[in-house]
């Protein structure tokens, strides 16, 4: 899809465009419900915004695939880009962090930081893959792809069974009873971190023998 969109914009739309637009799609968001709803972990957030909040996500993840599609296609691409584009990304994790644990009615407390957590990881670990690979290399299952569409999709679920239901159900699983929304919390970290954790090892280990992971990876700048 993000290949036949990028095909219909002219050649002179800096990336950069696209990934600010991907940007204020989430900013929006966050000034929103802390506008309207505060920025605590629990509370009530009308059903409305959270189907707005996944429309505007998932024209963020569409921004955040097309850029990249855009400075290739011109031949723009630059390390200045890269930054703009990582940094914004970097930010947007933490927006979305903030807005998980309010919209599945998590609560305070740890599960609430860990969910604040939970985005940087995946990003921190691609980035970390990158830069001494080289290559930009994503499992089949990713943060900057694959989990955005799972929270846009989660947005419309929590909008349909309300904050109720979210903040009421139970279950027990043998170690005592737990929010369901805890406990779906809890499967998400696991599932993501082991993921990205052994496709990086993964991709470390191919690239072992290759130039410029030699190049890069010298051991004593991780002793220092």
């Not at 009615?105 to 860990?114: E, L, S």
């Not at 929270?151 to 929590?158: E, P």
């Not at 279950?171 to 998400?188: C, D, K, M, P, W």
Request: proline content about 4%; aromatic content about 14%; overall charge negative.
């Amino acid at each position: 899809m993000c290949d036949y969109l990028v095909a219909l914009l002219p050649v002179t739309l800096a990336p950069n465009v696209i990934t600010l637009i991907g940007f204020f799609c989430v900013l929006f968001c966050l000034l929103v419900m802390g506008l309207l709803f505060g920025l605590q972990a629990e509370g009530p957030v009308d059903g409305w915004f959270k189907c707005l909040t996944g429309v505007l996500f998932f024209i963020y993840t569409v921004c955040d695939n097309m850029d990249g599609k855009q400075a290739r296609r011109c031949g723009t691409g630059n390390p200045m880009g890269m930054l703009v584009d990582h940094g914004l990304d970097a930010i947007s994790c933490i927006m979305a962090a903030i807005l998980q644990p309010r919209f599945f009615q998590i609560g305070n407390g740890t599960v609430a930081f860990i969910c604040f957590l939970m985005p940087t990881v995946p990003f921190y670990y691609c980035n970390f893959s990158e830069y001494y690979t080289g290559v930009l290399h994503l499992p089949a299952i990713s943060g900057p792809d694959e989990s955005e569409l799972i929270f846009c999709i989660l947005c419309f679920v929590s909008a349909y069974v309300g904050d109720d239901l979210l903040s009421d159900l139970k279950i027990n699983l043998g170690f005592g009873e737990q929010r369901f929304s805890h406990v779906l919390a809890y499967f998400i970290v696991v599932f993501e971190i082991s993921s990205i954790l052994s496709h990086t090892y993964s991709s470390l280990s191919n690239a072992k023998n290759e130039p410029h992971f030699k190049s890069r990876f010298i051991l004593d700048k991780f002793v220092k």
